[in-house]
C-alpha cells in the first residue's frame, strides 16, 4: 500500500513510518524542513515538502497514496507559520494567548483532515487521524464506543472528530486514533519531559490535590503499530472507528511525580488547584484531569496487543533524566 504520512518526522510519525516500510508498505511523508526531508529519505520514505496549512501538498499527497496517516498537530506556538504566530501573540490581551494558540492549533488541524479527505473522498481509501483522550468525559472509564465529553476542555480538538465522521459519507473508510497525554519512549518530548523539566525549575515535583487522578499512556512502537492496523483494517465502505491507543488505563499522577522527584532527588509536593498555575503554567489545565480510559475493544477489533514497557518503568529507565 501506498501511505502519505504527516507528521512523519514527529516522535509518534516517525515510529509509525518505520513501522510501515517494515511491513511492507511504500510510505511518503510530510516534510516541512530540508532537516526533515533528509531524515524522511534516510528511513527510505518518499517526501512531500510543506507544512500542515500547505493544502496543496496535502491534496497531493493524499491523492497519489492508497491511504493517509495524519499525526501533525501544533503543540507550541513557535511551530505556527509566522503570520498566525503573530496573531496569536499580538491579537490580543496576553491573557488570551493560550485561548488563541489553541483555535489556530485546532483550525489548521481541521482544515488538514478535511484536506486530506477530500482527496479521498468516493475511493474507500482510508484515513487514521490521531485525537486525544485528554477529550473524554473525566473521572469515569472511557470507552471507544463513547463520544467526547463537549463541556471538557478537550472538546475544541475533540469536536474535529465530526468532521471524519462527516468524511465517513463521503466514501472514506476513517479511523479516529485517540492517543494518551503520555505516548513514551526514547526520544520523547511531550508531556513527560515538560513534567520533569518543570520540576527542575520549581526545584520540587508536584502533583494536585491528593494526586489520585490517573493518566493512561503508551510506548510511542505500540502506538506505531496500532496506526498501521488500523489503516490496514478492511472495514466496511463509508464507515468510521473509532480505536484507545491505550496501554496502562491510568496511573496516578502521585506516582509520576514521586518517580520525578525520586530520580531528581526533589521534594514531592501537593498543590491546590489554585497553586497548580504557578507550579505547572499552562501545563496546569491538564495535570488535574483523571483520565482513565479503556482500549478493551481496540484490542478486541485490531488484535492489537501492547508489549512495550510501562511508563513508569520507561521513564526509569530511558533517557529522560540524563540532559
Same mark, same amino acid.
Given at each position: ?12 510519525? @516517525? ?6 516500510? +517494515? ?25 512531500? $515538502? ?27 506556538? +513557535?511551530?505556527?507559520? &509566522? ?6 501573540? #499580538? ?18 488541524? $481541521? ?6 479527505? =477530500? ?20 473521572? $469515569? ?10 463541556? +471538557? ?5 475533540? %469536536? ?44 520540587? @515535583? ?10 493512561? =499512556? ?7 503499530? &496500532? ?7 478492511? %472495514? ?26 525520586? $530520580? &531528581?532527588?526533589?521534594?514531592?509536593? =501537593? ?9 505547572? +503554567?499552562?501545563?496546569? #489545565? ?15 477489533? &485490531? ?18 533524566? =540524563?540532559?
Amino acid at each position: 500500500m501506498r501511505v502519505f504520512v504527516t507528521g512523519a518526522t514527529g516522535f509518534i510519525g @516517525s515510529a509509525i513510518v518505520k513501522e510501515l516500510i +517494515g511491513a511492507g508498505h511504500r510510505v511518503t511523508g510530510l516534510a516541512r524542513s530540508e532537516a526533515s526531508a533528509k531524515k524522511l529519505a534516510g528511513m527510505g520514505a518518499g517526501v512531500v $515538502r510543506g507544512g500542515i496549512e500547505d493544502l496543496d501538498c496535502l491534496r497531493r499527497g493524499a491523492a497519489e497514496a492508497d491511504g493517509a496517516i495524519h499525526t501533525a498537530f501544533y503543540h507550541a506556538v +513557535g511551530q505556527i507559520p &509566522l503570520g498566525a504566530r503573530l496573531r496569536v501573540i #499580538l491579537g490580543g490581551s496576553p491573557g488570551g494567548i493560550v485561548a488563541r494558540f489553541v483555535s489556530a492549533a485546532v483550525g489548521a488541524d $481541521r482544515r488538514a483532515i478535511e484536506t486530506l479527505g =477530500s482527496a479521498l473522498a468516493g475511493s474507500d481509501r482510508p484515513l487514521v487521524a490521531a485525537f486525544g483522550t485528554l477529550a473524554m468525559k473525566p473521572g $469515569r472509564l472511557a470507552s471507544e464506543d463513547d463520544g467526547y465529553d463537549s463541556d +471538557g476542555i478537550g472538546a475544541v480538538r475533540g %469536536s474535529s472528530e465530526e468532521t471524519m465522521h462527516a468524511l465517513a459519507g463521503r466514501g472514506v473508510r476513517t479511523s479516529i486514533v485517540r492517543l494518551p497525554p503520555i505516548v513514551h519512549g526514547e526520544g520523547d518530548r511531550g508531556f513527560a519531559p515538560r513534567l520533569i523539566g518543570i520540576a527542575r525549575k520549581k526545584k520540587a @515535583s508536584a502533583y494536585v490535590g491528593d494526586g489520585a487522578n490517573r493518566w493512561p =499512556s503508551v510506548h510511542r512502537f505500540d502506538a506505531a503499530r &496500532l496506526f498501521r492496523l488500523a489503516l490496514e483494517k478492511d %472495514s466496511a465502505a463509508g464507515t468510521w472507528q473509532t480505536y484507545h491507543c491505550v496501554a496502562e488505563e491510568g496511573v496516578a499522577f502521585r506516582e509520576i511525580a514521586g518517580l520525578i522527584g525520586r $530520580r &531528581l532527588n526533589l521534594p514531592v509536593v =501537593s498543590k491546590s488547584p489554585a497553586e497548580a498555575a504557578k507550579q505547572f +503554567g499552562f501545563m496546569s #489545565l491538564f495535570v488535574g484531569i483523571d483520565n482513565p480510559v479503556s482500549s478493551r475493544l481496540t484490542q478486541e477489533r &485490531l488484535g492489537w496487543k501492547p508489549t512495550g514497557r510501562g511508563l513508569l518503568a520507561d521513564l526509569d529507565a530511558a533517557d529522560y533524566f =540524563s540532559h
